[in-house]
């Protein structure tokens, strides 16, 4: 982030990076589920495990369903039930992680998002006051586009060049 000078961007690419990291991190659970029916499984025999309704399909498909499984723990559902006490153990651990997560990631996008629209509403304010100076003195368009342009400028350039007294 320190070659990017927009904060803007910035704030965009680090929601990216979060969302990817769910992604990355719903991926994880669902290997770990598989991993935790075969496990169970094999302890206890087929019959009592979540796992048994994977058993003779392809392997793309056993982890489009564990995928789908973590994904859809993320969202508060659980679309296979435990069958035994390794399963519960593990989808109740997972369920309170997956809740406290969800809490920290909703309130860090929401601060990101509100970053993004104060920055947003601060250039639109600076540029509204203005297009009303100009309006209001009667500038002509010609002059009217070189002060603007030269107004992005600055403002372009002042966030891209942060003064010192300006740093805490």
Sequence with gaps: ???????????YLYIAKLLLSLLTIMHILGCVSYAVGNWAAELQGLENSFFQVLVDVPWFYRYMKCLHFSVALFQG?????????????????????????????VSTITTALTRIEIVSTRRTAMSQSLDRWITENNVS??????????????????????PESNIE
């Design 1 to 11: 982030s320190e070659y990017i000078r927009s904060e803007k961007l910035t704030l």
């Design 77 to 105: 559902e659980l679309v296979m039930h435990p069958q035994n006490i390794q399963e519960t153990a593990y989808f109740s651990a997972i369920s309170f992680v997956i809740f406290v997560g969800n809490v920290w990631l």
């Design 141 to 162: 368009h010609e002059l009217a586009l070189k002060v603007q342009r030269s107004a992005r400028k600055a403002v372009d350039d002042k966030e891209k060049n942060l």
